[in-house]
């Protein structure tokens, strides 16, 4: 039983889900049950080597997979730039201005751009209902919207040297290149205080950030993003652990190394550059066998790559899962 996508979708990101499904008919898919999706441009599949996804359907399991309420998304957020209190980010990201916001793309690319957020505001959004598994051990259902990221990375031509993405977060002090950014401290704290270095940065090997599933979230139930929830642009990976999900980008650059990450440079045995969600690599400290899905009682199983394994799991074959965590 799949939910049908008006009951899903507001007005506006329905008809932009109509017109992304009437460009995959045009593409020669066969949308069978209105809600088929079908990964749009040939090209794009070269340049990541990756399979085609066919009769993919965003939305978790009805019945099982109940959206998280918007009360819940909005105030039990992890955002160490405001607060380490969940509680007390929301208020604090009261503080976050979103314009003017510039996006820079560059690194390993033939096009380097820089891309204003009203532009990507423009490129096609979807909405996308995805479980999100944190690495403490708590779960929700969002409805993002947004786009994939290779919509924006095919603008700037990725070289074939590339092999990774590297992420950056807004932080005051340190605009990576001019570009257009708030004035002043926006409500952010010191790193001392976070525990962990700031600006926040997060990387994806190149396939894994061209993965249809791979998103630049702008909105969530149909609405543009709360500062909160990384404001006015984050990335979204539903298969891994919600801390590579990083928020309010302002940078992202292509290398051929694999970058830096926060959360590895703070404690390298417990966070790994993958970090996929799974259910047999435990964290040192705590198992991670089950999750507490926000607004229920009795904890679930937690699903490798977080139920995402048909779409995902080639990403990843013949590597040890255990060693590259
Ligand atoms: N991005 C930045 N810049 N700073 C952060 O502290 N926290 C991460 C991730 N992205 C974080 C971040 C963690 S640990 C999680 S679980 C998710 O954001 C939380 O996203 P949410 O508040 O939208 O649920």
């Known amino acids: 039983m799949k939910i049908k996508s008006s009951e899903i979708t507001d007005e506006k990101t329905y008809l932009n889900r109509r017109n992304f499904l009437k460009a ?3 593409a020669g898919t066969v949308a069978a049950t209105g809600l088929a999706y079908r990964w749009l441009n ?6 990541a080597a990756r399979k085609d996804i066919e009769n993919f359907e965003p939305a978790p399991e009805p019945g099982r997979d109940e959206k998280t309420s918007l009360e819940d998304i909005t105030n039990y957020n992890n955002y160490y730039e405001f607060s380490t209190s969940k509680t007390a980010v929301a208020a604090a990201a009261v503080s976050l201005k979103t314009r003017p916001w510039e996006i820079t793309v560059d690194g390993l ?13 423009k490129f096609d959004q979807e909405e996308r209902i995805y479980r999100f598994r944190c690495v403490e051990g708590w779960s929700m259902v969002m409805p993002w919207v947004g786009f994939p990221i290779n919509a924006l990375l095919d603008r700037v031509e990725p070289l074939s040297k590339a092999k990774y993405a590297a992420f950056q977060t807004f932080y005051p002090g340190s605009n990576p290149v001019n570009l257009k950014l708030p004035e002043g401290d926006n409500g952010m704290q010191s790193g001392i205080f976070a525990g962990i270095r700031f600006p926040y940065v997060e990387g994806l090997r190149l396939d894994e950030a061209l993965h249809p599933l791979a ?7 149909g609405k543009e993003l709360p500062n909160q929830n990384g404001a006015p642009l984050r990335l979204v990976v539903p298969w891994k652990y919600g801390f590579k999900s990083i928020k309010s980008v302002v940078r992202i650059s292509l290398t051929e190394e694999q970058p830096p990450t926060t959360w590895n440079i703070a404690n390298s045995r417990e966070y790994g550059f993958y970090s996929n969600v799974n259910p047999n690599v435990d964290h040192p400290r705590w198992s991670q066998a089950t999750e507490r899905r926000i607004g229920e009682l009795v904890r679930r199983k937690t699903l490798m790559f977080n139920g995402y394994s048909e779409e995902v799991a080639d990403l990843y074959e013949g590597m040890d ?3 590259e965590f």
Do not use: C, H, Q, S
């Not at 040939?42 to 340049?47: C, D, G, N, T």
């Not at 690319?109 to 505001?121: M, S, T, Y």
């Open 42 to 47: 040939p090209a794009k599949i070269e340049l």
């Open 321 to 323: 899962l255990r060693k």
């Open 109 to 121: 690319v033939a096009k380097p751009r820089v891309f204003g957020i009203d532009e990507l505001l």
């Open 215 to 221: 998103i630049l979230a702008t909105g969530l139930y």
């Open 24 to 26: 995959g008919a045009l």
